[in-house]
């Protein structure tokens, strides 16, 4: 009986949570295949009665959308990759090495992943300002890195935690150095658990959206999360509608790449936890 209640509460709980975040994008779809009048007829009837694919025409026929998803696509890469980079040597040395304040580092690297992009969007525009770093699309991604670190370094220190240290030990001894330990036995073991962190941050970095608005203004820098508020100001007719397509195409590929790999990322996750 007790089972079945917790059953019952859980299958709520997930309910819940599907309407929280599944409401909005239900809505901007709707808002997408309406034409400029169905845009402001009042109710919350979620199918259009004259659906119409017009305001995707429009935003595809934009000469910066292209532009827009290139910058998406070179963001995303710029942070995964250098979260990457930075996160597993760091999550490898949590893991395998013991040194003073070790703890107090980790829950240093938790704590920056608690603090909001909001917090730092604005001290950082006077920063980059007065660098003259303002608009550069490579100094933004060392932003996306410095964001994506903290919790790529937390999710791989668990995949290092799975790995028996036997196989870091057996190196070891063989004469490896720790980073050649690190480079040839570790980083082939956790190549899965690598892999799906990678495409987490990736989409994490493709929805980015505080950092790329506080600090490119240029439209040719701009990634899709910020420059869809453009096409607002383009189109008087229906700027809602138009918005709403764009929203949808900006999310679209992130969701794709998700439903993609959802099993082989969940798949690696739980491997990872069990063996942690």
Known sequence: MRARLDDALTNVGLLLVLLF?????VWVLSLSLRNSEEVLT??????????????YGEVLK?????QFLLNSLIFALIGAVGAMLVAAPAAYAFSRMDFRGRRALLVGVLALQMISPLVVAFPLYRYYASLGLLDS??????IYVAILTPLATWTLKGFFDGIPRELDDAARVDGASRFRAFRSVELPVARSGITAVFVLTAILAWGEFVIPYVLLSEPTSLPISVGILNFQGT??????GILAAGGVLAI???ILLFIALQRYIVGVFISGSLKG
């Open 21 to 25: 975040f599944g409401a909005p994008l």
């Open 42 to 55: 009042p109710g919350l009837n979620p199918v259009p009665d004259s659906p119409t694919l017009d305001n």
């Open 62 to 66: 934009s000469a910066q959308f292209p």
């Open 137 to 142: 699309r490579l100094a933004t991604g060392m």
């Open 235 to 240: 189109y008087a007719t229906n700027a809602t």
């Open 252 to 254: 679209l590929p992130a």
